[in-house]
């Protein structure tokens, strides 16, 4: 059964880059014909989606983050990975991986606070 | 503001029947599959429904879905304390700039 697991840094100050990872387990995540993505939830609020990526490293973002994020793939280590630069406090919030076809399936998330 | 319009909150009571409505354009919920998703409080979410009305392995029929054009539609029967949970529904936007978009949300509480 698939699953994906975040891993990160739990704080990050503000100015610096949110780094994030996330491992893939039960499949390989250049075997099938599935986007991989992130998407973020700040406290008490709504889903974001903050954008995806193929094996092949192909990426597409959301519009509005698009000039702040990295998306990359390590198919040697079956992981995918987020770099979000230039973070303020807006940026606290549960940040998950997931599996991106026609419908997500979603990792545990993890909190990320943005605080000097 | 979220580029899919669901109601913030309905309420029914146990064993009843509550529909979640999802509201969305041509571009999105009228072109593209539509998912939905269950939060327990504390909880990552879960998927309940996918392209428009197939339920993963493990979701009970009491939960089912429909599209019409560009509004979706959630049903949950035989309402159950623990069915108490946020409801996303989410779809692809295939305007000028491709990317995902979810509803605002829908928090339903079993009275």
């Known amino acids: 059964q698939l699953q994906l697991q975040e891993s990160g840094p739990g704080l990050v100050k503000p100015s610096e880059t949110l780094s994030l990872i996330c491992t893939v387990s039960g499949g390989s995540i250049s075997s099938s014909s599935y986007y991989w993505g992130w998407i973020r939830q700040p406290p008490g609020k709504g889903l974001e989606w903050i954008g995806s990526?193929?094996?092949?490293?192909?990426?597409y973002y959301n519009p509005s983050l698009k000039s702040r994020v990295t998306i990359s793939v390590d198919t040697s280590k079956n992981q995918f990975s987020l770099k979000l630069s230039s973070v303020t406090a807006t940026d606290t919030a549960v940040y998950y991986c997931?599996?991106?076809?026609?419908?997500?399936?979603w990792g545990q998330g993890a909190l990320v606070t943005v605080s000097s | 503001q979220s580029v899919l319009t669901q109601p913030p909150s309905v309420s029914a009571a146990p064993g009843q029947k509550v529909t979640i409505s999802c509201s969305g354009s041509s571009s999105n919920i009228g072109n593209n599959y539509v998912s939905w998703y269950q939060q327990l409080p504390g909880t990552a979410p879960k998927l309940l429904i996918y392209d428009n009305n197939k339920r993963p392995s493990g979701i009970p029929d009491r939960f089912s879905g429909s599209k019409s054009g560009t509004s979706a539609t959630l049903g949950i029967t035989g309402l159950q304390t623990g069915d108490e949970a946020d409801y996303y529904c989410g779809t692809w936007d295939s305007s000028l700039s491709a990317y995902w978009v979810f509803g605002g949300g829908t928090k339903l509480t079993v009275l």
């Open positions: 997931a599996k991106d076809s026609s419908s997500l399936l």
């Open positions: 990526i193929y094996y092949s490293g192909r990426t």
